[in-house]
């Protein structure tokens, strides 16, 4: 599945636009169809349905901060058959961290760090979207080898691996996706990582996890709070993730009435947000 947003501009607004795709720090894959004297048709493909909401909202929020008005766009699913799987390899360049670089390719370079070797197919995060990457720096931050761990939707098994590669004693990912299940398990295996990924739904969870990272949506992290923390005494570590500015009021109020965490760190990059939530127990 690809998932596609066409819009129809008009010739003075195309360079406007353009420039306005370039500074997106999104993966996607775009093409113009300019036809003299006619509007002009872009459609823009990304992997995965976040990558897509992502983009609406910077879409909105850029018509709106530039008082334009849109002329007309429609959101397409599945439309083109286009190899939307390889394609975006050719703009991706590593993602090079304190400890951590993220890369698709065997590569010599960057010897001095961890590399995660990342193919998400249609699964969410090769790691250049800020959720996944404000993981990624907050997992440096705060893993400590011999740590348990879960990554609750997992995607493309990226932060899970991470965690991994840091010397968890134990790693659990799950997704309710199955295609994010078969994408983990190739990437686990091509990182030689040693972590647990299964399908949520049928999943027997341990609890006594030191650390959780959940990269999904406020909704969900919401929905799935009481869960992932009740009866989880060892938790010291809670990375929420996937929280964007219009839902961080939801997920403060939602986390003003809990009792055993504090909010010990927050990242935001391009209006997303990640949290680091610390057990008062081990303060
Ligand atoms: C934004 S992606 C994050 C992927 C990866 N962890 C990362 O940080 O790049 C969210 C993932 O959560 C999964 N997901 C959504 N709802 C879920 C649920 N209720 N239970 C388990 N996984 C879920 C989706 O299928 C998707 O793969």
């Known amino acids: 599945m690809q998932y596609t947003v066409q819009i129809i501009t008009n010739h003075n607004e195309s360079d406007n636009f353009e420039s306005f795709l370039n500074d997106l720090t999104l993966s996607y894959f775009v093409e113009f169809f300019p036809e003299k004297d006619k509007d002009i048709n872009i459609n823009i493909f990304f992997s995965n349905k976040y990558d897509q909401e992502d983009f609406l909202i910077k879409y909105y929020k850029w018509l709106n901060s530039n008082k334009k008005e849109h002329i007309f766009d429609v959101f397409l699913d599945n ?14 360049k590593p993602i090079v ?4 670089v993220v890369d698709i390719n065997e590569d010599k370079k960057y010897s001095d760090k961890i590399k995660i070797l990342i193919d998400p197919g249609m699964a969410f995060g090769n790691g250049g979207h800020p959720t996944t990457k404000n993981c990624l720096i907050l997992i440096e931050k705060y893993f400590q080898k011999g740590m348990k761990a879960l990554d609750f939707g997992c995607g493309s098994g990226i932060l899970a691996i991470a965690c991994s590669k840091l010397g968890a004693k134990y790693v659990d990912a799950v997704d309710n996706d199955d295609l994010a299940i078969e994408v983990s398990i190739k990437n686990i295996h091509n990182n030689q990582a040693k972590v647990n990924c299964k399908n949520s739904k049928h999943f027997a969870f ?18 799935h709070f009481d869960f992932l923390t009740k009866n989880m005494k060892n938790i010291q570590y809670f990375i929420l993730s996937g929280i964007s500015d219009f839902r961080k009021n939801q997920m403060d109020l939602f986390l003003s009435y809990d009792k055993n965490f504090i909010i010990h760190e927050i990242l935001e990059k391009d209006g997303w947000y990640t949290y680091c939530l610390k057990s008062k127990k081990k303060l």
């Not at 439309?79 to 991706?92: G, P, R, S, V, Y």
């Not at 961290?97 to 951590?100: G, R, V, Y």
Request: overall charge negative; charged content about 30%.
């Open 97 to 100: 961290l304190d400890k951590f």
């Open 79 to 92: 439309l083109f058959d286009k190899d939307w799987q390889n394609e975006w390899k050719q703009f991706f």
């Open 206 to 223: 341990r609890n006594d996890y030191h650390f959780i990272v959940a990269n999904i949506t406020v909704d969900i992290l919401i929905k």
